[in-house]
């Protein structure tokens, strides 16, 4: 009996640990993962979610998101709900995502996801080691993009000397997050960009990090100082002394040698490298959105130039070009905005070993929200006026902005105004010789500028009063 007992045991033992292995292995496991995997998000950045059960299929998703304003359903993205997109994701939509499984009467919730939307784009920041600004020809100087927030970024480097704009990195990838300095010399010496950028559709830029690193000639002297005690000292006393690293003065680029170092020419070897310059139009440094812009790179010596642009804004410096060609001399903004305010740089290089850089050329490009709005005025006669008088009217803007064509009008219906022999137009004037009792009107005026004309909006209009007695008066209309 005892045997029996003992076997009975055993078996009911053994049936409830498979029993319960086989329950547990058949409880689906819901794995949810997020593209890009941080938990710290951006303004504009796209985050895609997705469930999956594990080895199983014909399961319908739904999703949660657990926030400070309590829970929240959300519909999927996908036809069986497995995917979530947030577009262009806004710092409302932080809090803790689920997802939950359904199929039958099955129900199986998966991990958390914890979104962090942050209002603004992080701060690129450069550490050196070692950690000085001013360092001395012969070190070896690492410098290191830190970005705190979020992970996944891909970076790249640029340098700003007297003399150029270079990049430092084709393209950005994650291997690039330090820039070694072998053995610096005082060439190396300049503000130094570096972006972090991640995401493909769209691309999520950091606010650039600056540092501006100046390279000494020589090897610094150490100056030994006593601290104490001071004056006479005795046995048995302590005594401190310090070595300390002098402060080297600031040193600026050295100027531009010989130009197209290393190049073959035959004639006009220049002494120095050609200057850059930037050219628009319309030419106003001043545009309104709307408008078409046209930057020309414009190298006056030389040719077979390749260009590049670069732009820089308060919070980034991006390039506008990938590398350089020789059909980039023009860079064409269409339609523009209040955003596409920056400084421009543009650059041009040659050969190919080496490559010739020139001096960059630099432009600061401000756009104004909405049209102009021109004002008419009178040159004269000014008060009383006679029939048979001349009569001058004048377009223009408060700063006088350039590149405008100016344009006429009359009466309420806006009639344009043809040149005849008693009035005609010539700039931004407009002429009326003589005087006569069929001016007695309402006059009006605009302008437009550029390839593609953009025009500003109408004036207020001038109205004169002529009378047959030969009275004049003129009056403004608002």
């Not at 360092?135 to 150029?164: A, H, N, P, Q």
């Not at 007695?440 to 004169?464: I, K, Q, V």
Request: charged share 20%; aromatic share 8%; with cysteine.
């Amino acid at each position: 009996m005892e045997l029996h007992t003992v076997s009975f045991l055993l078996y009911a033992t053994a049936l409830l640990f498979f029993g319960e292995q086989t329950a547990a292995q058949s409880i689906p496991v819901v794995h949810l993962t997020a593209n890009p995997p941080s938990s710290a998000v951006f303004p504009g950045e796209t985050i895609t979610l997705t469930c999956q059960v594990i080895g199983s299929e014909g399961w319908t998703f739904y999703w949660t998101r657990h926030g400070q304003g309590g829970q929240t359903q959300l519909p999927g993205s996908s036809g069986d709900g497995s995917v979530l997109v947030l577009d262009a994701v806004k710092e409302r939509e932080s809090g803790m995502y689920q997802c939950v499984a359904v199929k039958g009467n099955d129900q199986v919730s998966s991990n958390f996801h914890n979104i962090i939307a942050s209002a603004t784009r992080p701060q690129a920041v450069i550490v050196t080691d070692p950690p000085a600004s001013v360092m001395f020809t012969g070190e070896t100087v690492t410098l290191t993009c830190d970005i705190s927030k979020g992970s996944g970024w891909r970076y790249s480097w640029m340098r700003k000397t007297k003399i150029t704009l270079e990049r430092l990195t084709a393209h950005s990838t994650e291997s690039k997050q330090r820039h070694i300095l072998h053995s610096v010399r005082e060439s190396d010496s300049g503000e130094y960009f570096c972006q972090g950028e991640r995401g493909q559709n769209p691309v999520i830029q950091s606010i650039a990090g600056s540092l501006a690193l100046n390279v000494s000639g020589g090897k610094p002297k150490p100056v030994i100082t006593q601290t104490s005690p001071s004056g006479e000292m005795y046995t048995g006393e302590n005594v401190t002394l310090n070595s300390t690293r002098p402060q080297a003065a600031i040193v600026t680029d050295p100027p531009a040698s010989v130009m197209f170092t290393g190049e073959t020419v035959v004639l006009n070897v220049s002494a120095t490298r050609p200057q850059a310059v930037i050219v628009t139009d319309p030419p106003a440094s001043v545009m309104f959105t709307g408008e078409t812009v046209t930057l020309t790179c414009d190298i006056s010596k030389g040719s077979g130039w390749r260009y590049s642009w670069m732009r820089k804004t308060k919070i980034t410096l991006e390039r506008l070009t990938a590398h350089s060609t020789e059909s980039q001399q023009r860079h064409i903004l269409h339609s523009v905005r209040e955003s596409d305010s920056g400084e421009y740089f543009c650059q041009g290089e040659r050969g190919q070993n080496p490559v010739i850089q020139s001096f960059p050329g630099s432009l600061v490009l401000n756009v104004s929200e909405g049209k102009p709005k021109p004002v008419i005025t009178q040159n004269a006669p000014s008060g009383e006026m006679y029939t048979g008088e001349n009569v001058t009217l004048n377009c223009g803007f408060k700063g006088d902005p350039a590149g405008w064509e100016y344009f006429w009008y009359k009466d309420r219906r806006r009639t344009a105004l043809p040149n005849t022999e008693n009035s005609r137009s010539e700039g931004s004037s407009y002429t009326i010789s003589p005087a006569a009792l069929a001016h007695s009107l309402e006059y009006w005026c605009r302008a437009a500028r550029g390839r593609n004309p953009f025009y500003s909006d109408y004036s207020d209009p001038l109205a004169f009063d002529i009378s047959g007695e030969n009275y004049y008066n003129i009056r403004m209309w608002i």
